[in-house]
């Protein structure tokens, strides 16, 4: 190479590296800002806004709601960015492939073994560990080579998804159908997601969960950025795909089964919030996009219940609203992609 | 050095890969010349552990790929596929820099930034480094993927078809920097190759493929003959001289 194509390649490297090295964390330092302000914000204004009488009994009792749906948002963010890494897919969740559904199924199941008496008794951070546990594993072993070896094509995929939750719901309902009408009304209280009735029994398990699985996401932020490469390329660069896979398809399980067993199955949320967090992160790295999705994740929870909750007073409406620009969201994703 | 010990691949009945023993010493250029599915491409894959074997062994250095952990590897043998799509939105630079991940963890040094900076440069890359991937051209995307690849820093480095999408001048661009890292880097370098003309032109040896068999091995002098060009590719292939060099002349 001559002298003058190396000094001018200096000198474009010294520019474009400066521009690089200003504007990335600049961007993401205001973007991530911005999101945690309004998610600050948001959080503030559950616990405040409309709040009469005995003030520490309302913090305390708000404090407890606004926790859980700060998990939930936290999981169904976490678990929807490393599936979406893991599928090299930017259209499919666990929601999408069925993961609900089987731990819908799982729950409706342990009704109907156990019965509804023995359920009651037994401790139910007890019951989350265990039907946790069976969910890691079945998903495991559902869904996981899905994703390992040779690259299976989009539509078997997706059609798996549709099969295997289509699958878990008609099982779930078939052994509805078999359990006594009391038995039935707990399993009921399970199907519907509802930001209103967070099961504060299992917040402490779930928030260790949901820290568990934060810490590990921080562990291997640079292995998901190689992963988010392609199975060929990772490999090419010294990542254990296998045991990375499994490993991540573990913690998107526990995920999954903290955000539904706080509040039930929303289906679209996490795609809404991860393609969201895809847009506004300055560049795709995971230690951008997870802490954007979380953020957003909390702000579209917190907030929106804030709002219909305390300002239009109504109940169950924030998941139908959720599920509602999720799957607007689905579609134009989807049209969007069938263009390209 | 690169031991390939009978190895077999099969998709179902057909043996894509069929019992192939080859050794590749360490340094220069060997390209992997055959018609299309004779099993290239698998057995490349094969050696980068990309794939798994049927039946047999490959060593590198000594070590089984299908054994040794792959981030040891991936300090050894660096392999680019033929097609390569990413989905995260990356800049050329930050595809680059990936190349260092073996090395760095995703911690980069003031070392791996120079290797970054060297493998762009190498390529020819730089007024591209800050585009994203998704607004280049194929053959820029390919140079792209070649300088991750360089920028791991791998003794061996086996390529499939990295000829793929480069016009004229970026091809024959392509084959001198890897003559360059071969001879200055002491680089050992596998291609899979369809120009048998590049493949004569650039390799010191050319292994020739067909039905997942090896049927020919040796340097490129002996292959550039028309009763075994027949017998590698099935039709008839008219070799010219120019000079000293040989052309095969296939166009019609």
């Known amino acids: 190479m001559s002298s003058e194509a190396v000094s001018s390649w200096c000198f474009s490297l010294a520019d474009g590296r400066a521009l690089a090295d200003e504007r990335t964390p600049r961007r993401t330092r205001i973007v991530l800002g911005t999101l945690g302000a309004a998610a600050a914000l948001s959080a503030a204004a559950f616990m405040t806004v409309g709040a009469r009488g005995d003030w520490a009994?309302?913090?305390?009792?708000?404090?407890?709601?606004?926790?859980?749906?700060?998990?939930?948002?936290?999981?169904?963010?976490?678990?929807?960015?490393?599936?979406?890494?893991?599928?090299?897919?930017?259209?499919?969740?666990?929601?999408?492939?069925?993961?609900?559904?089987?731990?819908?199924?799982?729950?409706?199941?342990?009704?109907?073994?156990?019965?509804?008496?023995?359920?009651?008794?037994?401790?139910?951070?007890?019951?989350?560990?265990?039907?946790?546990?069976?969910?890691?594993?079945?998903?495991?072993?559902?869904?996981?080579?899905?994703?390992?070896?040779?690259?299976?094509?989009?539509?078997?995929?997706?059609?798996?998804?549709?099969?295997?939750?289509?699958?878990?719901?008609?099982?779930?309902?078939?052994?509805?159908?078999?359990?006594?009408?009391?038995?039935?009304?707990?399993?009921?209280?399970?199907?519907?997601?509802?930001?209103?009735?967070?099961?504060?029994?299992?917040?402490?398990?779930?928030?260790?969960?949901?820290?568990?699985?934060?810490?590990?996401?921080?562990?291997?932020?640079?292995?998901?950025?190689?992963?988010?490469?392609?199975?060929?390329?990772?490999?090419?660069?010294?990542?254990?795909?296998?045991?990375?896979?499994?490993?991540?398809?573990?913690?998107?399980?526990?995920?999954?089964?903290?955000?539904?067993?706080?509040?039930?199955?929303?289906?679209?949320?996490?795609?809404?919030?991860?393609?969201?967090?895809?847009?506004?992160?300055?560049?795709?790295?995971?230690?951008?996009?997870?802490?954007?999705?979380?953020?957003?994740?909390?702000?579209?929870?917190?907030?929106?219940?804030?709002?219909?909750?305390?300002?239009?007073?109504?109940?169950?409406?924030?998941?139908?609203i959720v599920d509602f620009a999720g799957g607007l969201a689905f579609l134009v994703l989807l049209l969007r992609s069938a263009r390209a | 050095m690169i031991e390939i010990d009978s190895v077999t691949k099969r998709y179902g009945e057909t043996a894509v890969v069929d019992d192939v023993s080859l050794a590749l010493p360490a340094g220069g250029i060997t390209a992997i010349v055959g018609p299309n599915g004779a099993g290239k491409s698998t057995l490349l894959s094969i050696v980068a552990r990309l794939a798994p074997a049927d039946a047999g062994r490959v060593r590198v250095d000594g070590l089984d790929v299908a054994s040794t952990p792959g981030a040891v590897l991936a300090k050894r043998l660096a392999m680019l596929r033929q097609e390569n799509q990413v989905l995260a939105r990356l800049t050329v630079r930050e595809l680059v820099a990936f190349g260092r991940y073996p090395h760095s963890r995703g911690r980069p040094t003031a070392e791996d930034e120079r290797h970054v900076a060297n493998s762009i440069a190498y390529l020819g890359l730089e007024p591209l480094q800050e585009r994203f991937l998704d607004e280049l051209s194929g053959g820029q995307r390919q140079r792209a993927f070649v300088a991750m690849v360089l920028c791991q820093d791998t003794d061996y480095v086996l390529l499939d078809e990295p000829l793929n999408s480069l016009d004229m001048k970026h091809a024959a661009a392509m084959m001198r920097l890897l003559r360059r890292a071969a001879d200055e880097l002491g680089k050992s370098i596998v291609l899979v190759l369809h120009d048998i003309n590049f493949a004569a032109a650039y390799a010191d040896r050319i292994v020739a493929m067909r039905d997942g068999r090896v049927v020919f091995d040796g340097p490129p002098e002996g292959l550039m003959r028309e009763d075994v060009l027949e017998s590698v590719y099935d039709m008839r292939i008219r070799v010219e001289a120019i000079g000293d060099w040989r052309l095969a002349v296939y166009y019609r």
């Open chain 1, 57 to 320: 009994f309302v913090l305390a009792f708000r404090a407890e709601k606004l926790a859980g749906l700060v998990l939930v948002a936290a999981a169904v963010a976490i678990a929807t960015v490393l599936f979406q890494t893991i599928a090299e897919n930017r259209i499919l969740t666990p929601a999408v492939m069925g993961f609900d559904s089987l731990y819908l199924a799982i729950q409706t199941g342990a009704v109907h073994f156990l019965g509804s008496r023995a359920l009651v008794a037994l401790d139910p951070r007890l019951r989350f560990v265990v039907e946790t546990a069976a969910m890691v594993a079945l998903s495991g072993l559902l869904f996981r080579w899905l994703f390992l070896g040779r690259r299976r094509s989009i539509h078997l995929v997706v059609l798996a998804g549709l099969v295997f939750g289509l699958f878990f719901r008609s099982l779930s309902s078939m052994v509805q159908r078999m359990l006594d009408p009391n038995e039935f009304a707990v399993v009921q209280d399970m199907m519907f997601a509802s930001f209103n009735k967070v099961d504060t029994d299992l917040l402490a398990v779930a928030a260790a969960a949901v820290a568990g699985s934060g810490i590990v996401c921080l562990r291997l932020v640079h292995a998901l950025d190689v992963l988010a490469l392609g199975r060929d390329l990772s490999v090419n660069l010294g990542v254990d795909h296998r045991r990375l896979v499994t490993a991540l398809f573990a913690v998107v399980a526990i995920l999954v089964s903290v955000s539904t067993a706080l509040v039930g199955p929303i289906t679209f949320f996490g795609l809404l919030v991860a393609s969201l967090a895809y847009q506004v992160a300055g560049s795709d790295r995971h230690r951008e996009t997870l802490p954007a999705a979380i953020l957003i994740a909390i702000v579209a929870l917190v907030g929106g219940q804030t709002v219909l909750e305390r300002v239009f007073g109504l109940d169950t409406a924030l998941s139908v």
